[in-house]
Structure formats: C-alpha cells, structure tokens
C-alpha cells in the first residue's frame, strides 16, 4: 500500500513570490509516479507535472518544478512567480503496482494574495 | 474536446434511493476509476476497472458498486443511498501503454437528504 502526507492544510503567498508546497510519500515498490494536480474551485482536476521514480533530473513544466528526493522521499511541487489564477488546491499523488491505481494525499489550499 | 464525461454536475437523491453516476471516456483508456473527495480527506479510490467486465475494491468500496460492460463507460452504482454518501465523486481514466496519470471528468457532487 502506498501513502501520501501532505502536511500544509493551507498556505498563502504573495503575488510573484515562488512557493514549495511540500509532500512525502510512502511505497514500498521501486518502480513508481508521482504526481501534482490542481484542482480551482470549479471542481476539476487538472494534471501540472509527473516524476517517475527512475527518472535522474527533477521534472519541470513552465512554472512548475517537482524537487524529488528519493532518500527522503519527498516529492515537493515549486511554483515561481506566483499568479492569482494559482489560487487553488494542490493534490500531490502517487502510482505503482498494476493497474497504475492512484493514491491521493489531502491536498494544500493556496492563495495568491494581491 | 471533452475526454471524461460526468453525466451529472449536481445531484441530489433521497436516503435509500438506488443511484448510477455515469462516466464515459473517449480515449479508448484501459483503465478507469471512481473516487469521492471529501474536506481534509482528500481522494479515495471506490472502485477501479482495468479491462471490460473486470473490477477491483478500492479503499472504500462498502455501500457502492461498480459495471463496467463497455470500455468506454464505467458506472458507480450506490445500492441504497445513505446521508454519509454525500459528496464529490470524481472519475478518472489511464492508459495502461502511456502510464502518466489520470484525466479526470468535471466531478458530480451528489447529495443525498
């Protein structure tokens, strides 16, 4: 069985400040993904950056970056110059086994102050 | 260009009731999933399927049901609807040849009084 933590409930952060919000993860096989979603409060989800645990550079994707530590087990999302359209929740989560079955961490809402 | 589709947006039954929330893809995924997202709890997973006519519990599979007799369309079956059944039910879907995430459908928030 696999476990995500997100300990951040909540943050804030200003305007075109970068943020980390952080995540670790528990899984006991050597082959897996993590993920980072949004989720703005239209309800959808939406994919920002996937890491695959045999993968040597840190994932990026625009203004997001994953800084993955696999001795630590952490897999925390970086977002630079912060928007206010990136007021939303964050779900970091995790993939291995069969059947690519997803566990989800409780997520970290963010907001963007002006 | 919508992938996953959520019959439903909102929705709101009686206590006992026998509900079907509907997903249909449209990218010809292997694998689908059914999770309720609830405050402070995050996702969790319900039910999954992998193949047609073939499913798997997920963490919290009492109370729901699952059919699966198209590949693409996967349906969540609440027997009897029950006050602690309300919530946000999300759909998702994978390929098992590409393996990098979900696409998740809009979500149908159901509650059930």
């Known amino acids: 069985a696999q476990k995500i933590t997100q300990t951040q409930p909540g943050m804030f952060v200003q305007e075109k400040e970068a943020v980390t919000l952080d995540c670790t993860y528990d899984?006991?096989?050597?082959?897996?993904?993590l993920f980072w979603y949004k989720q703005p409060s239209s309800g959808e989800m939406i994919f920002l950056i996937y890491?695959?645990?045999?993968?040597?550079q840190n994932a990026t994707e625009g203004r997001y970056s994953l800084n993955f530590q696999k001795a630590r087990k952490s897999a925390n999302l970086v977002i630079s110059a912060s928007q206010l359209g990136d007021s939303a929740m964050y779900f970091c989560?995790?993939?291995?086994?069969?059947?690519?079955?997803?566990?989800f961490g409780t997520g970290t809402k963010l907001q963007v102050i002006p | 260009d919508v992938k996953v589709t959520q019959s439903s947006r909102y929705l709101v039954k009686r206590t006992g009731e026998k509900v079907f929330l509907e997903c249909v893809q449209d990218?010809?995924?292997?694998?689908m999933f059914w999770y309720r997202q609830d405050p402070g709890l995050g996702l969790r997973l319900i039910y999954f399927?992998?193949?047609?006519?073939?499913?798997e519990k997920g963490d919290i599979p009492e109370g729901y049901s699952v059919s699966r007799e198209k590949k693409e369309r996967f349906s969540l079956i609440l027997e009897s609807a029950s006050t602690n059944q309300t919530s946000m039910y999300l759909c998702?879907?994978?390929?098992?040849?590409?393996?990098?995430?979900?696409?998740f459908g809009s979500g149908t928030r159901l509650t059930v009084v």
């Open positions: 998702a879907s994978s390929s098992q040849r590409t393996g990098n995430g979900y696409t």
């Open positions: 899984t006991s096989d050597p082959s897996y993904g």
């Open positions: 890491q695959g645990s045999y993968d040597q």
């Open positions: 989560a995790c993939f291995s086994g069969g059947y690519q079955k997803v566990t």
């Open positions: 990218m010809d995924h292997e694998n």
């Open positions: 399927s992998y193949d047609v006519k073939m499913k």
